[in-house]
């Protein structure tokens, strides 16, 4: 299973971006799809996860600022980023689960500046 994910680059505060995971098998084979992130120094963090069954979580400091949501039809899991802050800068990786193997594309940079 690949993962590619993309869409990262350089956005101002307040701006906004979307992060795209494209998925080399059917992505309704996973139990559930995820965005992480690692800023720099830090560890990697959850940021938000769309189950198969079609639930949503968030992490508290993304919460009504992204929206995680997929395409069944491309094989695309995606993550609308708005309001972004500084904070917010980090390698967003995509994340991919189900019985047969826990999945990571490569990561893709969002940096926002103040």
């Known amino acids: 299973v690949q993962l590619q994910a993309s869409g990262g680059g350089l956005a101002q505060a307040g701006g906004s971006l979307r992060l795209s995971c494209a998925a080399s098998r059917t992505i309704a084979s996973f139990n559930y799809m995820a965005w992480h992130r690692q800023a720099p120094g830090k560890q990697r963090e959850l940021v938000a996860t769309i189950f198969s069954g079609g639930s949503l979580t968030y992490a508290d400091s993304v919460k009504g600022r992204f929206i995680i949501s997929r395409d069944n039809a491309k094989n695309t899991v995606y993550l609308q980023m708005n309001s972004l802050k500084p904070e917010d800068t980090a390698v967003y990786y995509c994340?991919?689960?189900?019985?047969?193997?826990?999945?990571w594309g490569q990561g893709t940079l969002v940096t926002v500046s103040s």
């Open positions: 994340n991919a689960w189900n019985t047969g193997g826990n999945y």
